[in-house]
């Protein structure tokens, strides 16, 4: 076993956040109380490569708003949907991990969409991209029968989830997407195959290349969030600024933020989340303005 260096400390952002494990807990826990308290429909298959299942929570029934309710999206052919894919460095995390953010998207009248990949090293970084945009195509012809209006899909991802997402819509065969909301990601992979990363993912210098977002093509979508927190390493919150300019280069709306009193971790347990400052951030990305906004 080799050594580990300053470069993989890099790629550790467990290094510099505060309770990643207690934030970890938080995920399955606010998790579990979506899938208790919503009508899930869960494990779906959007493909037949292994991992290739996502957890669906259907929007809420529209409602007359009284008039201290949160305004939510406005109705059309079906419901819009919050689209999330996770991380865990492409070898760990799962779509149990990633509903704490049902109940916030179902509340302003979203559905909710966590999508699984499968992992490393059982699957290669291309196979987890294709499988990506294989679940936004299953979406973008399937979701109605959810109630999705396949016109209105919005995506997020966290971490690995961040650049699957921005590599997967990158290709022509994506359907494009309203907004993506690109947290704490990786976008260029030159240096990972020469980090503890790549024990399990296994990348050649060329795949690196082949699939770092900042040598695509722009994204299929309207706009672009990007996120990090401020206690993140220095080559996540590098990559965030170099993907920025990219996106700027090809004409994508982007805004680019580094999120006080957040890390890599906890970041993401704002989505949706009108208790919080970048939680109303992400609403407004959305196009909704939340409540209590200030």
């Known amino acids: 076993m080799r050594e580990r260096g300053p470069l993989d400390d890099e790629y550790a952002p467990s290094t510099v956040a505060r309770d990643p494990a207690g934030t970890l807990r938080r995920y399955r826990t606010r998790g579990d109380r979506a899938r208790a308290r919503l009508t899930a429909h869960p494990a779906v298959p959007y493909g037949a490569e292994r991992g290739e299942r996502c957890h669906v929570f259907p929007a809420a029934p529209p409602h007359p708003p009284a008039a201290q309710d949160t305004p939510t999206a406005p109705t059309g052919s079906g419901a819009p949907a919050l689209v999330f894919v996770h991380g865990g460095h492409w070898q760990e995390s799962g779509i149990d991990d990633a509903c704490f953010a049902a109940e916030n998207a179902v509340a302003h009248g979203y559905a909710f969409v966590a999508v699984g990949y499968g992992l490393a090293p059982d699957r290669t970084l291309p196979d987890m991209i294709a499988s990506v945009r294989r679940a936004l195509r299953w979406l973008a012809g399937s979701g109605s029968r959810f109630g999705i209006d396949p016109e209105r899909l919005h995506v997020a991802g966290s ?76 080559t996540y919150l590098r990559q965030q600024e170099d993907y920025a300019a990219h996106l700027a280069a090809h004409a994508v709306p982007v805004t680019a933020q580094v999120v006080p009193d957040r890390d890599h971790f906890d970041l993401p347990l704002d989505l949706a989340d009108p208790a919080t400052p970048f939680g109303r951030t992400t609403l407004a990305h959305l196009g909704l303005v939340a409540a209590h906004q200030n």
């Open 159 to 234: 971490s690995a989830g961040a650049h699957l997402l921005a590599a997967a819509l990158a290709d022509g065969s994506a359907p494009r997407v309203r907004t993506a909301c690109l947290l704490s990601g990786l976008y260029d992979l030159g240096e990972i195959p020469h980090t503890y990363v790549n024990d399990a993912l296994g990348l050649t210098d060329r795949l690196a290349r082949e699939h770092s977002p900042v040598r695509m093509s722009a994204p299929r979508c309207d706009a672009v969030l990007l996120a990090a927190g401020r206690h993140e390493t220095r």
